[in-house]
């Protein structure tokens, strides 16, 4: 009897190609028309400006506009359509797959009582309009998208790292920058404070919470076995008092003997 | 008025008491250890909770003071950011000598859960620690028991000469 044939020749390649993640199914698009208040508002804006898409998405407009045009979309939101408010803007990055930050716009309307959004799309070396004279809100969070993500946004008037300090290398909050930081950010407060030189004396970051080093200089790992700095870990349990045994300077010590425990309140 | 009652039998009859000037310094020292305010993230909420009337700090002579020059111990009570760090050290910096440091909570420890860019792996990079307090957060007996040892400490330190310099990290 012979084994089934199974060709093992590509099999690591293979698991590294399928997808091993779980992909979250995408919220159902409906289209424009489906809702009174934005089929009326997505016809005004079809008159004025080229639109790429549009769709609702759990009841709310998304329409997919021409970076170019984002200031004169919002402005035609805010003044003509009724949408005072921009609650959130920030960008996602796409860098990987098509070399492309989306941004989105999220407004509200009080009194349709509508959120819409409003997404484009750039390319990394390009930049992106300010629209900070249009929603005061737009001002921090620019800044904020530009710190973390590095969108570059014109015409803003006060362009500069809202979160991270201001000699910090790289940009967070894309797919690309590792959690535990590059070489910069790990070394980031001992270059800052010390001096690169400083390097050596001070160490890397021990970045492993799970670690345990059983052979550690003060014998941590073992609770109630701790020994001084330099000395060798032993077996010998450390007895920690708060008082010493021949007591303190002008301070009686406490004896548990003396002491009495009431079972009931006086 | 309150009479102060003097037991002659005592001490040759004279109310006072025999110590060498060191241990009188130290415990001049060891209780009236000024903190400075120094609260990071959650942890200050239990070091606000040790200071005020349940556990008070004051009966140990802990007050905190909201100014470095004026400070003798500092409580690092939170996550410190890779941004802030140089502020600590400026403070540190400031405090006049003795000076000492307690490192509150897990993430001021070693940086507990926040394994991430933006967090200082433990304040001991950019200060000496004299007292590390672990727990998140800390209860307040526990900050309580760590200033404790930290008077037994200076108990055992020399008054008069100038602190040795302490191992960074």
């Known amino acids: 009897m012979m084994r089934e044939y199974k060709d093992r020749k590509n099999v690591q390649k293979k698991s590294y190609y399928t997808d091993r993640f779980y992909v979250v199914p995408s919220i159902p698009k409906e289209s424009v028309e489906s809702d009174e208040i934005f089929a009326e508002d997505f016809k005004k804006l079809k008159e004025h400006f ?28 805010r003044d003509e359509l009724d949408y005072p408010f ?37 390319k990394e070396s390009s930049a992106i309009e300010s629209v900070y004279t249009i929603y005061k809100s737009a001002d921090w969070a620019e800044r904020e998208m530009f710190d973390l993500m590095g969108v570059n946004v014109n015409n803003h008037y006060n362009l500069k790292r809202l979160i991270m300090p201001d000699d ?57 076995h701790e020994v001084p700095y ?16 021949d007591g303190v300077f002008f301070i009686d010590e406490f004896k548990k003997s003396n002491s009495k425990v009431l079972n009931t309140r006086r | 008025m309150a009479q102060h009652k003097v037991n002659y039998l005592q001490d040759s009859g004279l109310p006072i008491a025999l110590t060498t000037v060191d241990k009188l310094v130290q415990w001049g020292r060891s209780n009236s250890l000024w903190a400075l305010t120094y609260g990071l993230a959650c942890c200050a909420i239990e070091m606000m909770a040790s200071g005020a009337s349940r556990y008070d700090f004051d009966r140990f002579g802990t007050i905190f003071r ?49 394994n991430t860019y933006s967090t200082v792996q433990g304040v001991d990079r950019i200060i000496p620690v004299d007292i590390y307090l672990p727990g ?11 200033v404790m040892m930290l008077q ?8 008069f000469q100038k602190q040795k310099p302490k191992r960074l990290v």
């Open chain 1, 50 to 77: 080229k639109i790429k898409e549009a769709y609702i998405q759990r009841g709310q407009l998304v329409v997919i506009i021409n970076p170019e045009d984002n200031k004169e979309v919002l402005k035609f939101f």
């Open chain 1, 86 to 122: 921009l609650s959130e803007l920030s960008a996602n990055d796409y860098l990987a797959k098509d070399g492309e930050f989306e941004i989105f716009y999220q407004l509200l309307s009080l009194n349709k009582r509508k959120r819409a959004r409003v997404k484009c799309r750039i």
């Open chain 1, 168 to 224: 910090w290398e790289g940009h967070p909050l894309r797919k690309t920058y590792p959690l535990q930081g590059d070489e910069a950010a790990q070394w980031y407060e001992v270059d800052k404070i010390f001096g690169k030189e400083y390097r050596d004396i001070i160490g890397p970051e021990q970045r492993d919470p799970a670690r345990v080093d059983r052979k550690d200089t003060k014998n941590f790992v073992r609770i109630g």
């Open chain 1, 230 to 245: 330099g000395e060798k870990p032993s077996d010998k349990k450390t007895h920690t008092d708060y008082q010493e045994e």
């Open chain 2, 66 to 114: 909201a100014s470095p020059r004026q400070a003798e111990v500092m409580i690092i009570a939170g996550t410190l950011t890779k941004k802030h760090a140089e502020f600590t050290r400026r403070l540190y910096d400031q405090m006049a000598e003795p000076k000492w440091v307690i490192s509150m909570g897990s993430c001021a420890n070693t940086g507990g859960m926040f």
């Open chain 2, 136 to 146: 998140c957060a800390p209860r307040p007996e526990t900050l309580q028991y760590a």
């Open chain 2, 152 to 159: 037994k400490k200076i108990r055992k330190e020399s008054a």
